[in-house]
T-cell receptor, first 113, second 115 residues
Framework: RKEVEQDPGPFNVPEGATVAFNCTYS??????FFWYRQDCRKEPKLLMS???SGNEDGRFTAQLNRASQYISLLIRDSKLSDSATYLC??????????????FGTGTLLAVQP | EAEVAQSPRYKITEKSQAVAFWCDPI?????LYWYRQILGQGPELLVQ????????DSQLPKDRFSAERLKGVDSTLKIQPAELGDSAMYLC?????????????FGPGTRLTVT
């Protein structure tokens, strides 16, 4: 079983739709959580951090449930430019001060006109 | 905005040849990471440096891969000899560990094709 699991998609949605991505992680030592966005053949870029209290950035809302080890990303009013792969990422501390990012395989979103 | 620099952007090499990639992290970032990303998968950590020291190379195939960050700034990742299965995107990232949550910033990557 992978440490971070995501539905690979693809999610094909029309413009203006609301879409939700889910992610689960298996290691309870995970400390911080992120969503990264990766465009085709480009590098991953940080989209937003995820906090237990939930956080919102414009049309994007991220939620964390530590008890269920579950992370979500909600995108409202989808735009064509939202088409990308969304990577769920957890940061785990190990060996004292060392931190390691563990990436999911990503969920592909295709927003259709 | 400061960026992580990588070169080359693309590299085609024949199997059994040697290949090297270079990374210059964001100025002041003490932690540097090399990842490998195979198509359809998420990035996987190969090696992590804190300044000039390796803190994690558990996933680095040490029989053929080596990495160094001699002065604690830029870094080189080498593969010798390259194998067909090494074809992938090699990403460098850096982060400041000054405070959580340790966000990492990625360079544009080097896309390696081994023929």
């Amino acid at each position: 079983r992978k440490e971070v699991e995501q539905d690979p998609g693809p999610f094909n949605v029309p413009e203006g739709a609301t879409v939700a991505f889910n992610c689960t992680y298996s290691n309870s030592a995970s400390q911080s959580f992120f969503w990264y966005r990766q465009d085709c053949r480009k590098e991953p870029k940080l989209l937003m951090s995820v906090y237990s209290s939930g956080n919102e950035d414009g049309r994007f809302t991220a939620q964390l449930n530590r008890a269920s080890q579950y992370i979500s990303l909600l995108i409202r009013d989808s735009k064509l430019s939202d088409s990308a792969t969304y990577l769920c990422v957890v940061n785990r501390r190990y060996g004292g001060a060392t931190n390691k990012l563990i990436f999911g395989t990503g969920t592909l979103l295709a927003v259709q006109p | 905005e400061a960026e992580v620099a990588q070169s080359p952007r693309y590299k085609i090499t024949e199997k059994s040849q040697a290949v090297a990639f270079w990374c210059d992290p964001i100025s002041g970032h003490a932690t540097l990471y090399w990842y490998r990303q195979i198509l359809g998968q998420g990035p996987e950590l190969l090696v992590q440096f804190q300044d000039e020291s390796v803190v994690d190379d558990s996933q680095l195939p040490k029989d053929r891969f080596s990495a160094e960050r001699l002065k604690g700034v830029d870094s080189t990742l080498k593969i010798q000899p390259a194998e067909l299965g090494d074809s992938a995107m090699y990403l460098c990232a850096s982060s400041s560990t000054a405070q959580p949550p340790y966000e990492q910033y990625f360079g544009p990557g080097t896309r390696l094709t081994v023929t």
